[in-house]
């Protein structure tokens, strides 16, 4: 069969710079359609090249990339077909008949339902079609197999995810494969929604590894189905196909989380719930009054309530922290969201704001292999009415701005007037900002005047150049180099420039992360993603780092960070960007991030057009992985682990080669028949050591 395929053309991610390729040519790039092309070229690898599967380009790691040759499961471009359909030759094609029996009762519809989707489908693609109504007219699907076989119709949905990251752009096999997570701290990360993993290993055999959970059913499908459906000549067969169900669940755990090491997923089946709402509510504080809590896990920052809206308890706590400080340097603003669940019916809206209606467009529904909404990947993020919060309203003023990367000068005129209210009135108008801000009184304030005078004129200037088209990023680095200027000789002119810079910063910040509360329906809170930004989240750098919850050392992590920050700006550079603490349950992967009962994870994310931005990356980098600090990196972020970090954060103190890195190492012993199948072995996986 003819297999898509490019050659010598550039390769690069979603969050790089768009003006220039992370890879201006890659040697081979291939776009399979289906199983069977999976099969062909991974039974008919040529010797000496190696393979990686790659998503919507979303990782910033390596884990992604490939030595030779790219397996596109989803074409970001939007060019090439992908693998991005919903299936239904195992659910419910291929049910176990115990479990069938199961689901006839009513009181099933807590456990959830069941999806199989190719390894190419978007989050936000799922979610609009999970949250839609089943007819239960077409007995393929789940619920119309019920209705039509069983006379039940409690499988009609609407469904949704039970946890989310905070973008829902990248594929499913992606975002939980290098062990994306949400803020549920009573919840695991997305891996403890998959049931079942459809994987094709090098040399083109094919596995159905599959969850054991008695909750459900001693096990979810019938071997002789699955092997009648998938062990047949055009998938390598006969004998090529094996299906993998422990008690322990060890194969799973091992490639939930695996760097794309094992091979290449071609499908998962998930659990998803009955829809639901969700209340969010989120107030700005400071870091030095919380930063103490966090460790309190019955403290009010876990059990707080959300009287007159639900009498769910809190299940998501996320704190964002502003790493330019304020209050004469002394305090830091943190923006505080705190969410809990709801009945659908309280907070029904989201679909018309984030989905939109179903569009007839042959062309797109061929290339994506799925339902096109009018407004999945394609919406800015759901914006709740001030006054009605059980209402939408349209976009905010900053995910407007953003997608043509003219939010900030709004901020600059707001600053630029504050100072010169200041300046004109000889220090006696102080407006809230420039309160905040300055901390140190009105002497300070008025021995700094003729310098603030001069720093006006800075952004006049600033302002009267400013180019809607420019990025977030590259305007505020023209700011930064205006008003931090390293060569300026005069005290009073750097304190003036440097108390402008922080005023502009405590805007940004206060305007992003302000008071907010609202109720809807729970993909239109979980994904908060801007799909029409181009400016605001590009050229961006990140790492995320990963402690128990309890543990001291990630205060010391973020008040690091706080202070290296201080630090750069009285030399000229600046961090542009944000710290956000979320707090997730543990995680049953072997490599998964989330090793404690609550895990606090810590993004640490800014734009590289921001000189300092970079450096400030960098130094967090180094911090997590000193094993004094104990950090722990996420796979799909920026990951420098070596293979001695691995091995002491996964492996056993008293011998590397066991404990969990030891137990996934044995795992892919047995898929790679003990490395002599390495076709999916890579630069980052060698560097890490996940490796038999």
């Not at 209210?421 to 000889?426: A, F, I, P, T």
Request: contains cysteine; hydrophobic residues 40%; aromatic residues 8%.
């Amino acid at each position: 069969m003819a297999i898509d395929r490019d050659h010598d053309k550039p390769w690069t991610r979603r969050h790089d710079d768009p003006r220039t390729a992370l890879f201006s040519s890659v040697t081979e790039i291939v776009y399979p359609k289906s199983l069977a092309e999976l099969v062909e070229l991974c039974k008919n690898r040529p010797p000496g090249v190696r393979y990686k599967a790659a998503g919507s380009h979303w990782a910033l790691s390596g884990a992604a990339i490939s030595d030779d040759t790219f397996i596109e499961t989803h074409d970001p471009r939007g060019v090439r077909q992908v693998l991005g359909r919903t299936l239904h030759d195992v659910v419910p094609g291929c049910l176990h008949p115990d479990l069938i029996e199961r689901m006839k009762s009513a009181d099933f519809i807590g456990m959830g339902t069941l999806c199989h989707v190719e390894a190419g489908k978007r989050i936000c693609q799922l979610y609009a079609e999970l949250d839609e109504t089943d007819p239960c007219t077409d007995p393929s699907t789940l619920g119309g197999f019920m209705k039509q076989h069983h006379g039940v119709d409690h499988f009609a949905g609407p469904w949704g995810f039970a946890t989310l990251g905070g973008a829902g752009g990248q594929t499913v096999v992606g975002a939980f494969s290098t062990g994306t997570h949400g803020g549920d701290f009573d919840q695991g990360p997305l891996t403890d929604s998959v049931m079942a993993i459809h994987l094709v290993a090098d040399g083109g055999r094919h596995y159905w590894i599959e969850r054991v959970d008695e909750r459900w059913a001693a096990q979810l499908t019938d071997d002789a189905l699955l092997t009648a459906r998938y062990d047949r000549p055009e998938l390598g067969g006969p004998g090529n196909f094996t299906v993998i169900r422990e008690t322990d669940n060890r194969m799973l755990n091992a490639v939930l989380v695996s760097a794309g090491r094992f091979g290449v997923i071609y499908s998962v089946v998930l659990r998803a719930e009955p829809q639901y709402a969700l209340w969010e509510r989120r107030r700005l504080h400071l870091w030095q009054d919380v930063r103490q809590q966090i460790g309190k896990r019955q403290g009010p920052l876990f059990t707080d309530t959300a009287p007159g809206h639900t009498s769910a308890p809190q299940g998501f706590l996320q704190i964002s922290v502003s790493l330019t400080p304020h209050l004469n340097f002394g305090r830091n603003l943190v923006g505080v969201t705190k969410r809990w669940r709801m009945d659908l019916d309280t907070a029904p809206e989201g679909r018309a704001q984030r989905v939109g209606a179903r569009v007839n467009n042959p062309v797109e529904e061929q290339r994506n292999q799925a339902p096109v909404y009018q407004l999945v990947g394609r919406s800015f993020p759901y914006t709740p009415d001030e006054d009605h919060p059980y209402r939408a309203e349209g976009p905010g003023f900053l995910d407007r701005a953003c997608s043509n990367g003219s939010f900030l000068k709004g901020v600059l005129e707001e600053a630029y007037r504050e100072i010169e209210e200041l300046v004109e009135s000889g220090g006696a108008v102080v407006a809230a900002g420039v309160a905040a801000v300055a901390g140190f009184g009105g002497g300070g304030l008025l021995a700094l005047l003729p310098a603030l005078a001069l720093a006006l004129l800075v952004l006049k200037a600033l302002l009267d150049a400013f180019d809607s088209d420019d990025r977030l990023g590259e305007h505020l680095d023209g700011i930064r180099n205006a008003l931090l200027d390293p060569s300026e000789s005069d005290p009073a002119k750097r304190a003036a420039g440097l108390f402008a810079w922080q005023l502009i910063s405590y805007k940004v910040f206060a305007e992003m992360q302000g008071d907010l509360e609202f109720g809807a329906r729970s993909y239109a809170v979980l994904d908060r993603w801007n799909y029409l930004d181009r400016s605001c989240g590009v050229n961006v750098d990140s790492v995320e780092v990963f402690f128990d919850a309890s543990d001291d050392r990630l205060i010391a992590f973020v008040d690091a960070l706080i202070a290296f920050e201080v630090n750069q700006e009285f030399r000229g550079k600046a961090c542009v960007g944000w710290v956000s603490l979320r707090f997730t349950g543990r995680s049953d992967a072997l490599l998964g991030m989330q090793q404690h009962e609550t895990t606090c994870s810590i993004e640490v994310a800014g734009l590289r057009d921001v000189t300092g931005t970079q450096e400030l990356i960098d130094h967090a980098v180094r911090l997590a992985l000193n094993p004094n600090m104990g950090g722990v990196l996420h796979w799909g972020q920026r990951n420098d682990s070596g293979r001695a970090d691995v091995e002491r954060l996964f492996g056993d103190r008293n011998d590397p080669g066991n404990g969990r890195l030891g137990a996934w190492r044995r795992a892919l012993a047995v898929i790679t028949d003990d490395n002599r199948l390495d076709g999916f072995s890579s630069r980052f996986t060698r560097r890490t050591g996940l490796e038999v």
